[in-house]
């Protein structure tokens, strides 16, 4: 059974940096595009950045030029490096991933999240 587990989230005062990491068990298949959401309390779960197999990336408004998401297709893992966090940045971090047949997502599978909490 695919499993993606986050971890690094944590208590951070404004300005700072955290790195979180996802990594992924039990795969039967290639990773394709690897992709972090976030949410916070009372919100929506929002997407944050996403990273293709190949290393092209895409980040929301939110964050570009603060974080960046990287992948280690050897490790069967991904990253955010985030940097110059913001106290609107506290939310739970969830890693997220599709299983891909002939071009279409069958599976979709998420991690339990990691908590980012940013103080001021």
């Known amino acids: 059974q695919v499993q993606l587990v986050e971890s690094g989230g944590g208590l951070v005062q404004a300005g700072g940096s955290l790195r979180l990491s996802c990594a992924a068990f039990g795969l039967t298949f290639d990773l394709d595009a690897m992709y972090w959401y976030r949410q916070a309390p009372g919100m929506q779960r929002e997407w944050v950045a996403d990273?293709?197999?190949?290393?092209?990336?895409n980040y929301a408004d939110a964050v570009k030029g603060r974080f960046t998401i990287s992948r280690d297709n050897a490790k069967n893992s991904a990253y955010l490096q985030m940097n110059s966090l913001k106290p609107e940045d506290t939310a739970v971090y969830f890693c997220?991933?599709?299983?891909?047949?002939?071009?279409?997502?069958?599976?979709?599978?998420w991690g339990r999240g990691t908590q980012v909490t940013v103080f001021s």
């Open positions: 997220h991933t599709n299983q891909i047949q002939w071009d279409v997502p069958v599976r979709s599978f």
């Open positions: 990273i293709t197999r190949g290393g092209s990336t």
